[in-house]
């Protein structure tokens, strides 16, 4: 699984994939992925992506990406969490959120629950804790590399709150004007 899919998938990503057997299509990178570890890809084996699109930022939005891996970015990641947060106008209340986790699972995981739950709250740390929490308790990561379920579950919460953090930071940061 490529680091960069849970921050695409987060960032609302399309996908142009194009074969010699079917008409072009276009769709969310998410359903790219079917779920079953040996059969990961929805798409035909002549097949190939030919662009990936990503919308228009909104106004005021928060992101980040946290990867935990033993030796940094030279190996695939133990798991990743990416995190987008929209903000109304009044620059505290969540309009929109995404939490897309990686390397928990045989695909991309959405936390539908947790990010829903964001929505309509102003970002304070009790939210964040929260959010963690539910998380923890919405998505129980596959053991694998010599990790236990439990073990990448308390990581899951450290890194999760740590991605958080840093979106609700930067979407709270005062945006810098040039000219």
Known sequence: ???????????????????????????????????AALDPLKIAPNEIITKIRIPPQHSIRGTAFVKFSLRG????AVL?????????????????????????????????????????????EQVIDETVESLSAEIRPVGHHGFSGAYLTACLKTQTRKALAA????????????G
Do not use: H, N, W
């Open 80 to 124: 990743s969490v990416a995190v987008r947060l929209d903000l109304e106008d009044d620059g505290v209340t969540c309009s929109q959120a995404k939490i897309v986790l990686g390397a928990v699972a045989a695909s991309p995981l959405q936390a539908y629950a947790s990010q829903s739950a964001l929505v309509g709250k102003a970002l304070t």
């Open 167 to 178: 979106a609700v930071k930067r979407a709270l940061k005062p945006k810098m004007e040039f």
């Open 1 to 35: 699984m490529a680091d960069t899919v849970p921050a695409l998938i987060a960032l609302d990503a399309r996908i142009e994939v194009a074969g010699p057997e079917r008409p072009e299509r276009i769709f969310p990178l998410e359903e790219l992925y079917s779920g």
């Open 73 to 76: 970015g030279v190996e695939f």
